[in-house]
């Protein structure tokens, strides 16, 4: 298959998809014991890796899993060209679980990580939302505290929020507190404009996106005010623009939410500034890649 996911990286060896196997005892398995990370690769190029594997590392640390010393770049693009990927954009996940070891909750003291790479096509939906915008659904339910800043592999939550939001034909599901405030998406970190200004959610229990990050330094250079303060529903209701942001979707406007139109439900020019800004930023990282 041509530009596709016939081969996975698995514990450091090239495998076919069909062929690849893990432990029934493997803790990810079991107890979703893990972690992984999302890296967009542009032609074959890694954008952020440093920074992708660096999260990474700080989430293992919190796990208390070592990642092994593997040559990343070099499976990354092995993998990429096995599955004729370098001529197009992907999404490559790297999940790391603790490994196998006997049942129960309690770790083993000793285990090796097992290591899975995998990388798809980027198709252009992606581009076509980017151009068109995507809607959204509010959530019943939230997901925040400390494990919220680390993608780990207990991910339910985000598997229950976009089932519920296909079922509304939204893109997106919008993670809600029982005190009524706006986090993030399941996939994605929340941006609205209010007032000329841009807004984000305070970092704190939230995924600290590395887009989310790059979009604030983006702005704040370009002289567009960024202020990290908590959204609310009732604030919602009145936002001028509103995007989400992750690596794989870049800068997707956000048009509508619970069926309802943000302003006149079109993109809105500080959306489509913010992107721009975005891309040139992207074009200059890969130049030095």
């Given at each position: 298959?041509?530009?596709?996911?016939?081969?996975?990286?698995?514990?450091?060896?090239?495998?076919?998809?069909?062929?690849?196997?893990?432990?029934?005892?493997?803790?990810?398995?079991?107890?979703?014991?893990?972690?992984?990370?999302?890296?967009?690769?542009?032609?074959?190029?890694?954008?952020?890796?440093?920074?992708?594997?660096?999260?990474?590392?700080?989430?293992?640390?919190?796990?208390?899993?070592?990642?092994?010393?593997?040559?990343?770049?070099?499976?990354?693009?092995?993998?990429?060209?096995?599955?004729?990927?370098?001529?197009?954009?992907?999404r490559v996940?790297?999940?790391?679980?603790?490994?196998?070891?006997?049942?129960?909750?309690?770790?083993?003291?000793?285990?090796?990580?097992?290591?899975?790479?995998?990388?798809?096509?980027?198709?252009?939906?992606?581009?076509?939302d980017q151009?068109?915008?995507?809607?959204?659904?509010?959530?019943?339910?939230?997901?925040?505290?400390?494990?919220?800043?680390?993608?780990?592999?207990?991910?339910?939550?985000?598997?229950?929020?976009?089932?519920?939001?296909?079922?509304?034909?939204?893109?997106?599901?919008?993670?809600?507190?029982?005190?009524?405030?706006?986090?993030?998406?399941t996939t994605?970190?929340?941006?609205?404009?209010?007032?000329?200004?841009?807004?984000?959610?305070?970092?704190?229990?939230?995924?600290?996106?590395?887009?989310?990050?790059?979009?604030?330094?983006?702005?704040?250079?370009?002289?567009?005010?960024?202020?990290?303060?908590?959204?609310?529903?009732?604030?919602?209701?009145?936002?001028?623009?509103?995007?989400?942001?992750?690596?794989?979707?870049?800068?997707?406007?956000?048009?509508?939410?619970?069926?309802?139109?943000?302003?006149?439900?079109?993109?809105?020019?500080?959306?489509?500034?913010?992107?721009?800004?975005?891309?040139?930023?992207?074009?200059?990282?890969?130049?030095?890649?």
């Open positions: 298959m041509s530009g596709g996911t016939d081969y996975v990286h698995l514990n450091g060896r090239l495998v076919a998809a069909a062929k690849a196997r893990v432990s029934v005892l493997d803790r990810g398995l079991l107890y979703g014991d893990g972690l992984f990370e999302t890296v967009r690769t542009y032609r074959g190029v890694p954008l952020a890796f440093e920074e992708h594997l660096a999260r990474l590392n700080n989430s293992g640390h919190m796990l208390g899993i070592v990642l092994p010393p593997l040559r990343w770049r070099d499976n990354i693009t092995a993998l990429l060209e096995r599955n004729q990927l370098t001529e197009r954009d992907a996940r790297i999940t790391v679980t603790r490994g196998s070891g006997p049942p129960g909750l309690l770790p083993p003291s000793e285990a090796e990580p097992t290591v899975l790479i995998t990388a798809e096509p980027i198709g252009e939906q992606v581009r076509r151009q068109l915008g995507v809607g959204a659904i509010l959530l019943p339910f939230g997901r925040e505290g400390f494990l919220a800043e680390h993608k780990t592999l207990d991910y339910l939550p985000g598997v229950l929020g976009r089932t519920l939001a296909a079922r509304h034909q939204a893109y997106e599901g919008l993670y809600v507190t029982a005190t009524g405030r706006v986090t993030e998406g994605s970190n929340l941006f609205v404009v209010r007032g000329g200004r841009l807004t984000t959610p305070p970092i704190r229990g939230t995924l600290p996106g590395l887009t989310r990050a790059h979009v604030v330094d983006l702005a704040d250079a370009a002289g567009i005010p960024v202020a990290h303060q908590t959204i609310t529903l009732r604030g919602l209701a009145a936002v001028e623009e509103a995007f989400l942001t992750s690596s794989v979707i870049e800068v997707l406007p956000l048009v509508r939410i619970d069926d309802k139109p943000i302003a006149d439900g079109q993109v809105g020019p500080i959306t489509r500034r913010i992107q721009r800004l975005y891309q040139a930023f992207v074009a200059q990282r890969l130049r030095r890649a």
